[in-house]
């Protein structure tokens, strides 16, 4: 029994140790804002056209 009291005695302190590191985080770090931009290929923004097209309008 006390290897099991051990043992969620280190989980906990493990746990509270992650928890307190994420609350400093929260707290003291401010993120940057910027501008992202992402190349997309031609070939996804205008694929190759498939079939006939039809012109005459009708």
């Known amino acids: 029994m006390p290897t ?3 043992f969620l005695f280190f989980c906990a ?3 509270g140790t992650v928890y307190g590191a994420m609350l ?3 707290t003291f ?3 940057e804002p910027r501008d992202v931009t992402i190349r997309l290929p031609s070939e996804r923004v205008n694929p190759p056209a498939t079939g006939t097209i039809n012109t005459t309008g009708k």
Request: charged share 15%; glycine share 0%; hydrophobic share 75%.
């Open 29 to 31: 770090v401010e993120p």
């Open 13 to 15: 302190i493990l746990a």
């Open 4 to 6: 099991l009291f051990r």
């Open 24 to 26: 400093a985080l929260v």
